[in-house]
């Protein structure tokens, strides 16, 4: 997908969290947790998100600009 939105939707389908680009502020923590390294002015989504523990969350992958294609979702817990 060229340019995926990650949205993260809670049990009651409240939107809790979003991204388009990601951030490259992220790259450090990205690392750490052992996530695929991402270029600068990529165009994958990715977020860091405090999310309650036991909880059911909902992940969708959408084209932000409309296009569609094959998305990789991956989670990590960070400390």
Known sequence: MPDPKVEVFDSNGLLVGTNDNWDSGLASISKSVGAFDLSLGSKDAGLIINLKAGATYTVWVSG????????????????
């Open 64 to 79: 932000a600009d409309g296009r569609t294609g094959d998305a990789i979702v991956e989670v990590y817990e960070v400390y």
